[in-house]
Each structure stands twice: as structure tokens, then as C-alpha cells.
């Protein structure tokens, strides 16, 4: 599978992205998706995720409550709407895709397979 994400920018801390994240390709199992992001200087972290089926999902402690993952299953996209943001949510984003991955491993980066190409989200002060 191929992943695009999109949406990333410039805004100001308190203000809102939402960033899309479309899958293309010929395998048409039911995938996992996840959102990660990269900070300068920093290792890359978990963000949220979605089980494809069911719709089940999942934060990181510092974007619950601000962020949503969500999914349209006819346009094979997913979303991650972005509120409050906040200058420490400075990050490039990367979209990520997994097939048949334990409940457990969602949040963790090497159980995904496919990623996107990242997009940047700065939140100005």
C-alpha cells in the first residue's frame, strides 16, 4: 500500500489542522492506521491510531482530548483532526499502515510497515 499524507502548515498556537492521510495500492485487507510525528532534535513518537475494523482508537497522553483519528472507509483515507494546537506539537507527521498487527503493538512504530512521506505542522507561539 501507498500512503499520501497532506494538510500540514503554519498556524498559531490555539488554532486547528486537520491532516488527511489516502492509501492506494492493489492489497485491499483491512489495515491499521497510525499517526506519528518527528520534533528537530527528537525521536519520533506515536500520535494516535485507528483499527480499521471496528474503529477503535487510540492517544498518546499529550494529544487526548485535542486530537481525533478517524477514518472514511470509501475513500481508503484517514484523518487526524488537530485542535488546540500547541507550539510542542511542531512536528513533521507521518501516516503509517500495518496489516494484521496485535491490539498491543498499536502505538508502536516498528509494527507498521508503510508510511507516508510526512508532512509539517508548526504552531507558532
Known amino acids: 500500500v501507498q500512503l499520501q499524507a497532506s494538510g500540514g502548515g503554519l498556524v498559531q498556537a490555539g488554532g486547528s489542522l486537520r491532516l488527511s492521510c489516502t492509501a492506494s495500492?492493489?492489497?485491499?485487507?483491512?489495515?491499521?492506521m497510525g499517526w506519528f510525528r518527528q520534533a528537530p532534535g527528537k525521536e519520533r513518537e506515536f500520535v494516535a491510531a485507528?483499527?480499521?475494523?471496528?474503529?477503535?482508537?487510540f492517544y498518546a497522553d499529550s494529544v487526548k482530548g485535542r486530537f481525533t483519528i478517524s477514518k472514511d472507509n470509501a475513500k481508503n483515507t484517514g484523518y487526524l483532526q488537530m485542535n488546540s494546537l500547541k507550539p510542542e506539537d511542531t512536528a513533521v507527521y507521518y501516516c503509517?499502515?500495518?496489516?494484521?498487527?496485535?491490539?498491543?503493538?498499536?502505538?508502536?512504530?516498528?509494527?507498521?510497515?508503510?508510511w507516508g512521506q510526512g508532512t509539517q505542522v508548526t504552531v507558532s507561539s
Open positions: 503509517a499502515a500495518r496489516y494484521d498487527g496485535i491490539l498491543s503493538t498499536i502505538r508502536v512504530e516498528r509494527s507498521y510497515s508503510y
Open positions: 495500492g492493489r492489497n485491499r485487507r483491512s489495515y491499521d
Open positions: 485507528i483499527r480499521w475494523t471496528g474503529g477503535s482508537t
